[in-house]
């Protein structure tokens, strides 16, 4: 065993990098989430993300229009949820659950042909001078653009749901969409607009997947990440700074496992294997203790069917 | 029910009745991963192209890919000795059992079983000597390591990746006694993000040589990414990653022993058998060693690809002790292939100087 051969700096980094996907996923459901919907189709969408945004990078040669495509595919496929539950007032559980299965599937058949591909590289972040101060440098300053991206955008939905009129709005949809609709407030195209939103953010983070940091497509190469970043929004009781924590938290755990591996840590490997998981089924169990606590943070038309007649 | 039953043996009459007309040959692969994975998969992907041009219309091939090794696979090779297959090559070593089971379930079907060692009256087996590509692997691993730090991502902990691990540390600690090795396990044959994670974290550690035993080509690129790391292609020749980091590969080559067992299968003359053939048999080739490698280097690593190829040389060849300094070949003694948990076949520990446990 030699826990020296561990760099804390180059875990620190890793670590973000680990994140990334699951971050972008579930700040995405968040926003959804806030405005009153439970979309389970995260893995869905991120697959799609992840496949849209590697064929279109693949063919054009260009990492950031890959990054562009792959938002806009998870975008287009939350659509569909998005028309079921909010036009034909679909189930959201079983909806959810089913744009799951069909990303999987979508992808899969239409991902045949990139299997085994390689895709162009996208650039890293190299200032100089900056980039190579001991420390800070690889932490902060030397990833790539997705990285940056997913904390711009907790930052700004943050600032979103807190400091704007429109979070305001957002929030109020999500809490009761009876008052907010007899305020005026269009309910369904709210609704609307942050289901596609969280679309997008689940592509972005499955393009961070196939994109970054693998990179490669197979099939289902998300392998439930977007699960966890469903059960992260739960954890981070609908607050954007602890999504950034839990997300970090389970991306720590799943590079640390391997770091202690290759450290010689002569602990059975599979119980490294499966403590991230583990790790996000206690923190979940530990959070609905509180029934009471955890029940005043989630949005109170969580889930709920809203029809202007009622 | 018995318009049913009349119904399927009526159909399975004739389609016994239609594959005794055609006089083609069934033949059925099932494989562990995806046949566009550039490793493992794919070569056997082109052994079974291979039969096809050999044998054209007289032979018929079907697969199924990505099958897990597990109960599964005893489905998935059910169904294709029921659609008609003669002759069943079965991938992958987690399928043993399974290909045991069903061949005793079909005893007019020939089963062809990879990388295990559990034969029968209708299962032969058949492997390659990867060991004496990951020799060459250590050899050149061990003069190009900077940090002396080598990586190593296993997929498994079965005999047949112990031994490749074993092999490559003796050729490269032979070179370089300062050489460590670190190794992480993956538990998949395929999962280009486990990979990928785990060659990222070797890098990190020091490592500048990464060798994979798993089958994508997710720790090339993450080398590449990384930049001064030399990484070998596996299975597969993942020439899209040379000259640098991919500087050699263990490429395995199943073409002509398909076409051979096919043949066989078509002349009537198949018996059970037990093939281990090595770089000598043309089973393992080693993939060019390109120009980020020093001349030098090169020419010492193809002297001894030569030396195991024409058989002057073993790639376990004493004196060798195990990981807990107790001996396992004396000096000049070579390592028997089936010697229960002493020989090749089922070698479960390390040899001495690899600080680290075989997981059980």
């Known amino acids: 065993m030699d826990l020296s051969a561990i760099s804390p700096t180059l875990l620190v980094a890793s670590l973000m990098v680990a994140a990334t996907p699951i971050l972008l996923a579930a700040i995405g459901e968040l926003v959804v989430e806030k405005s009153g919907v439970l979309n389970l189709g995260v893995e869905g969408m991120m697959i799609t993300g992840a496949f849209s945004g590697f064929a279109a990078a693949v063919l054009t040669g260009s990492p950031m229009v890959g990054f562009l495509c792959a938002a806009i595919g998870g975008a287009a496929l939350s659509v569909i949820f998005a028309i079921l539950t909010q036009y034909f007032l679909s189930n959201q559980v079983a909806t959810g659950l089913a744009l799951t299965l069909f990303g999987l599937g979508l992808s899969a058949m239409l991902g045949q042909s990139y299997v085994g591909i390689k895709p162009p590289v996208s650039a890293k972040l190299d200032l100089p001078l900056i980039s190579d101060i001991p420390v800070i440098g690889p932490i902060l300053f030397s990833h790539d653009f997705t990285v940056y991206a997913a904390l711009t955008l907790v930052t700004g939905v943050w600032f979103f749901l807190k400091y704007t009129r429109g979070g305001l709005i957002l929030r109020a949809v999500g809490e009761s969409h009876d008052a907010a609709h007899a305020l005026g407030y269009k309910v369904v195209r709210v609704r609307i607009l942050a289901i596609m939103f969280g679309g997008g953010c689940a592509g972005l983070g499955g393009a961070a997947l196939s994109l970054v940091r693998v990179p490669q497509w197979t099939e289902g190469m998300t392998a439930g990440a977007g699960w966890i970043a469903l059960a992260i929004v739960v954890f981070a009781s609908w607050k954007p700074a602890r999504v950034l924590l839990g997300a970090y938290l389970f991306g720590g755990v799943a590079v640390l496992q391997l770091n202690l591996q290759a450290a010689g840590v002569s602990i059975p490997v599979e119980y490294l294997s499966m403590s991230p998981y583990l790790i996000t089924i206690i923190v979940l169990v530990v959070m609905s203790t509180n029934r009471a606590k955890s029940a005043l943070n989630a949005p109170a038309a969580l889930g709920r069917v809203f029809h202007a007649s009622r | ?360």
Do not use: C
């Open chain 2, 1 to 360: 029910m018995k318009l049913k039953s009349i119904l399927a043996s009526a159909a399975l009459a004739m389609t016994a009745a239609t594959g005794t007309l055609a006089e083609t040959t069934k033949v059925g692969f099932v494989y562990v991963g995806p046949v566009g994975d550039g490793g493992w998969t794919y070569e056997h992907d082109k052994g079974r192209e291979a039969v096809v041009a050999a044998f054209g219309d007289k032979v018929e091939t079907m697969y199924v890919e990505s099958v897990p090794e597990g109960p599964d696979a005893e489905r998935v090779m059910t169904d294709m000795a029921l659609k008609g297959a003669d002759l069943i090559f079965t991938t992958s070593f987690g399928y043993m059992d399974q290909t045991i089971n069903v061949a005793a379930k079909f005893p007019n079907v020939k089963f062809e079983h990879a990388t295990g060692y559990k034969q029968s009256d209708n299962v032969s087996i058949y492997s390659a000597r990867f060991y004496e590509g990951r020799a060459v692997q250590g050899h050149i691993a061990g003069h190009m390591t900077k940090s002396n730090i080598v990586g190593y991502i296993g997929s498994f902990p079965i005999p047949e990746v112990i031994r490749g691990i074993n092999a490559a540390y003796i050729h490269a600690k032979a070179v370089n006694p300062d050489v460590q090795f670190k190794i992480i396990w993956a538990y998949t044959w395929f999962d280009p993000t486990k990979e990928a994670d785990a060659a990222k974290v070797l890098i990190e550690q020091g490592a500048d040589v990464v060798l994979q035993h798993t089958d994508s080509t997710a720790p090339q690129a993450a080398a590449q990414s990384a930049g001064n790391v030399i990484t070998f292609g596996q299975a597969s020749d993942m020439a899209a990653y040379g000259p640098k980091p991919r500087v050699s590969s263990i490429i395995d080559n199943w073409g002509p022993y398909y076409i051979a067992r096919t043949q066989a299968v078509m002349d009537g003359t198949w018996a059970s058998t037990s093939t281990w053939d090595g770089i000598g048999a043309g089973m393992v080739g080693i993939g060019e060693i390109t120009s980020a490698v020093p001349a030098d280097v090169k020419a010492s690593a193809e002297a001894l690809r030569d030396s195991l190829a024409d058989g002057s040389y073993h790639a376990f060849t004493g004196p060798l002790n195990k990981q807990d300094g107790s001996v396992w070949l004396k000096a000049g003694e070579i390592a028997a292939d089936y010697a229960g948990p002493e020989g090749l076949a089922e070698m479960g520990f390390y040899l001495e100087g690899i600080d680290s446990e075989v997981p059980n």
